[in-house]
């Protein structure tokens, strides 16, 4: 919970165009902990962060960022449909509450498609903390989820991951 409450109060999302990871940058801010004791944090913390979900490779990951994810999913979809998709992007999660999250996925759509292109950009509840479970609720409600006969199994119960244990993950990768 300290983590998150930090994320959330101290980190930043840079505006579109504006991240630059400059070694001289000493700003920092201040975090009280439960304890009263301050933690001063600061760019890698302030910035770094939530800008991996653009730029994963300051992580050292070699993926593709949140916007370029969108448009390959947008692209593997009907041309005819482009357009509604791009003006109805769904974004759920903690990190989608960073400040300036929907303005930044905009900026960066509208970099990928052009400036004249139509995007919108919105929460799944409002509540971006909620979505997980709520896209869980969703899913758990569909009848395919119940596993009828002769199809693949959509989930992982806590017995057969007490059993087989985290390699089980394995076997739902590969059969989606």
Request: glycine share 8%; proline share 5%.
């Amino acid at each position: 919970m300290i983590l998150s409450d930090m994320k959330e109060k101290v980190c930043d999302l840079a505006n579109y165009g504006e991240y630059a990871a400059d070694p001289t940058f000493s700003a920092t801010k201040e975090y009280m902990l439960p304890d009263n004791s301050k933690v001063a944090l600061g760019l890698t913390a302030m910035q770094h962060v939530p800008e991996i979900m653009f730029t994963p490779m300051i992580a050292g990951k070699d993926t593709l960022g949140i916007h370029h994810l969108a448009k390959k999913a947008i692209d593997a979809c009907d041309m005819d449909t482009r357009g509604e998709l791009l003006k109805n992007i769904v974004a759920g999660g903690g990190n989608t509450m960073f400040a300036n999250f929907k303005p930044r996925m905009t900026a960066e759509m509208k970099g990928i498609f052009g400036s004249d292109a139509e995007i919108n950009v919105e929460s799944l509840t409002g509540n971006s903390m909620n979505d997980a479970w709520l896209g869980a609720k969703i899913l758990a409600s569909v009848p395919k989820f119940s596993n009828p006969e002769g199809e693949a199994k959509m989930w992982i119960s806590k017995a057969e991951y007490d059993e087989i244990g985290p390699s089980c993950m394995s076997r739902m990768s590969q059969s989606g």
